[in-house]
């Protein structure tokens, strides 16, 4: 096919998906150009009553059907785990049939710029606005700051508007004073997707009620438009000086702020000393490129670059192929993508176990010529996830084997073991303890860790050995950063007491007077740690931790334990092997099965929403079955051994018998067994299920998570009768209060106050 559109693929593969897009996008949104950004001067773009509408050839020929756009928008902004987030047209931006594009932006930027200037009037308003490497992502930001220096918005952007990582930007937020800012990702997600990712004024995602304000305005801006006709939105010059590149540009992009404060957490002189001295390089697996350039200058601003080699540093939006294949699992042929987590598995057309984004980094290849125990850190291309992987000799696959460690085979004498980052962070945690204890360091303040319930229950064992508090909390960084401010609070109001919070099993945890954060994260592979000192920012506000999940911050942690475990001649296997037996841990294993309803990646857009909404009911319906059950216990419609009843009469393969527990956990159902737990998460914003398992047999937990994990939902008769349908129709309503109650108890509500911004 001839090319026609204004993007050079950089393989065939790319060259496919550009090519079906390019077929599939009518001509009618192919000549859009309704938000001109090529035109430097400022403008108005003019939206009008017939956008709101469908498109009609001949009776609405202006037609964008917003309307319809908005329902899933807003719908997404109530339970969004990571920001608004979804498919877009790559060629074409301005395609309002797909979730983001270029109009859609406008309003939500034009909406957040009105909350802002009305809730704060006559007031110097400041934001940050930032990207990574995904398609359309520089016109996206070109668009936001543009929009928020016509109104008035002062925005901070990296020098030139190029990328840095999303915990870069999050911290220079916190940092700096800033009301919040803009950063544009869909963070590990396939390469179509892209998200504006709303930071509040503490550099935290959004929460639902903050969307909440800005979703309600730009309902107001379409009443207004079918009121009088149109609704105008402005867009600023290009060289606006509200658009600010200078003062990011003098901090180096913020770098020398960031790495001041690393010396105060995980960059303490007793870590560099380890990374200096390591003898083998250290592999750092750049997946789409754009966390380089900024990681490189950390590095060397600790005088340890070159204790580091680099894979795919140039910055790629097609993520160097990474994950992407011209068949779906069934050997279908079509372009499929399976994002770019490390960690997931998935199973070839034969059924045969594969890890699909690992297969396609060539590391056969690519690692040949790299010695037996070289360590690669492979980061997501916002830089905020770390995967870790090492190459081992063959000879040791027994022993991985009776240890749950995934590897693959490079050659007929070398593996790659594949940590998930339960095992990872693991053996992250106690380091950071071992060192700190020695050190000396936080020994005069009670220690707690933050993590998602979907997190491995080795972190909650662990924690209990070293007499560390756990706060469990539902999945995303966002409910983390909620827990980190609550403490923050009640630190701050009684700054001698006993700090009590509530988790969300509603079990109590005292984690005592002044304590210190150790440890966050989640399995997914996003973590923090937290500092001896409390950040402070200009702001005058102070925390206990950043709000944004860091692989900077853990690849430092990482490279100080490989170049330990290098000086004592061990493999992070046999670390983790024995940081099992010396803690007593018996949920040594851990799984996740990740259940798609649909190809993400399919460019008709016609095709696409109606295999997500199929997809949606059947992750519904499965999530309701077992939501019920948890919510039906805790309003007393049922007992627990009825639902134990109704699972042994449902799942003939499984045992119900010694589950001791089943709760909603905010945004799925968690199951305690005696020997494990199976958690059965339904994505909020897509047609997705997450089976999570942790516990003392691993083809027992792939078992239970791919059996419960995919089941359809069917109630059967026993169901039925021990459980009211009209229970069930309102479950999910239930499950919202108990979150609501959840988050809101203990909330740290603190209205932002603009500082005096004397040096911005």
């Known amino acids: 096919m001839e090319q026609i559109y204004n993007k050079s693929a950089s393989c065939k593969l790319e060259q496919e998906l550009f090519d079906s ?90 909406a957040k710029a009105l909350v802002a200037t009305e809730k704060y009037p006559n007031k110097e308003i400041i934001k940050l606005a930032a990207r990574e490497v995904r398609y359309n992502s520089d016109l996206y930001l070109d668009a936001i700051v543009r929009i928020q220096a016509a109104y008035g918005i002062k925005t901070l952007v990296p020098e030139g508007k190029k990328t840095i990582p999303i915990w870069l930007a ?112 250290i592999i750092i697996e ?110 040791n696959v027994k022993k991985l084997d009776e240890a749950g460690i995934d590897y693959i085979q490079l050659s007929t004498d070398r593996v790659l073991t594949i940590y998930t980052a339960n095992q990872a962070f693991l053996m992250l945690m106690d380091f950071r303890l071992e060192k700190l204890t020695a050190m000396n360091v936080l020994n005069n303040h009670p220690l707690f860790i933050i993590k998602t319930t979907a997190s491995s229950s080795s972190w909650d064992e662990w924690a209990a050995s070293h007499g ?24 701050k109001n009684n700054p001698s007491e006993e700090i009590i919070l509530d988790d969300v099993f509603a079990n109590k945890i005292n984690i005592g007077v002044n304590p210190r954060l150790i440890f966050a994260g989640e399995e997914s592979g996003g973590m923090i740690m937290g500092p001896a000192k409390l950040i402070t920012s200009q702001a005058g506000y102070e925390a206990i931790a950043m709000r944004e999940k860091s692989a900077a911050e853990a ?15 061990k493999t992070l296997s046999q670390n983790l092997m024995e940081l099992f037996e010396s803690n007593n841990i018996k949920g040594r294993f851990d799984t996740r099965a990740d259940i798609s309803y649909y190809n993400e990646s399919e460019p008709d857009i016609k095709k696409l929403k109606e295999a997500k909404k199929e997809g949606e009911k059947k992750r519904t319906k499965n999530d309701l079955f077992f939501l019920t059950l948890a919510i039906g216990i805790t309003c007393k419609i049922i007992t627990l051994n009825q639902v134990k009843e109704i699972l042994n009469d449902t799942f003939e393969d499984l045992d119900f018998t010694n589950m001791g527990q089943i709760k909603f956990v905010g945004d799925g159902t968690y199951m305690k067994f005696d020997d494990k737990f199976i958690e059965i998460r339904p994505s909020g914003t897509d047609a997705k299920t997450k089976a999570y398992a ?9 078992k239970y998570t791919s059996i419960l994990g995919n089941y359809s939902g069917e109630r059967n008769e026993l169901y039925k009768s021990l459980i009211p349908n009209d229970f069930y129709e309102t479950a999910k309503d239930n499950a919202t209060k108990f979150y609501l109650h959840f988050v809101s108890k203990d909330a740290n509500n603190e209205a932002f106050t603009i500082p005096d911004y004397k040096n911005l």
């Not at 942790?694 to 792939?702: N, V």
Request: hydrophobic residues 35%; glycine residues 6%; charged residues 25%.
């Open 468 to 491: 560390i508090k756990v706060i469990n909390v539902p999945v995303g960084f966002k409910e983390i950063a909620n827990i980190m401010k609550k403490v923050e609070l009640k630190y």
């Open 170 to 281: 999050s911290f220079l937020i916190y940092k700096l004073g800033l009301l919040g800012g803009e950063y544009i990702t869909s963070s590990h997600g396939i390469s179509v997707k892209n998200a504006t990712k709303d930071l509040n004024f503490q550099g935290s995602q959004y929460l639902p009620e903050e969307s909440a304000e800005f979703v309600q305005k730009i309902r107001e801006i379409f009443e207004e438009t079918k009121k009088n006709g149109t609704f105008n939105i402005n867009f600023s010059k290009a060289n606006d000086p509200l658009i600010n590149e200078e003062v990011l540009k003098k901090m180096d992009d913020g770098t020398d702020l960031y790495v001041d404060y690393l010396k105060t957490s995980v960059a303490r002189q007793f870590n560099m000393d380890y990374i200096k001295n390591l003898t083998n390089k």
């Open 555 to 569: 690849i430092i942690v990482s490279s100080a334990l490989i170049s330990k475990l290098e000086k004592e001649g």
């Open 694 to 702: 942790a516990g003392l047999d691993k083809k027992d937990l792939e």
């Open 286 to 395: 750049n997946v789409g490129g754009s966390a380089y350039k900024t990681l490189s200058r950390v590095l060397e601003k600790f005088d340890i670059l070159e204790k580091f080699n680099w894979l795919n540093i140039d910055e790629d939006p097609f993520f160097h192929s990474i994950g992407k294949f011209d068949t779906d699992p069934k050997g279908n042929k079509c372009f499929y993508d399976y994002s770019v987590d490390a960690t997931v598995i998935s199973k070839d057309k034969n059924g045969e176990k594969f890890f699909p984004v690992i297969e396609s980094l060539h590391y056969d290849k690519k690692l040949a010529h790299y010695p037996i125990n070289t360590v690669i850190l492979i980061t997501d291309p916002d830089h905020d996830r770390l995967s870790i992987a090492q190459i081992e000799s063959a000879e």
């Open 21 to 110: 897009v390019f077929e599939k996008t009518p001509d009618g949104v192919k000549n859009l150009n309704l938000i001109d950004l090529s035109n430097k001067n400022a403008f108005t773009f003019i939206l009008k009553r017939e956008h709101l509408y469908e498109y009609d050839k001949n009776n609405n020929p202006e037609g964008l059907n917003l309307l319809d756009w908005f329902e899933g928008y807003a719908k997404e902004a109530q339970v969004s785990t990571a920001g608004i987030r979804g498919p877009q047209n790559v060629l074409y931006p301005q395609d309002t049939r797909f979730p983001i594009n270029l109009i859609g932006i406008t309003l939500a930027t034009v």
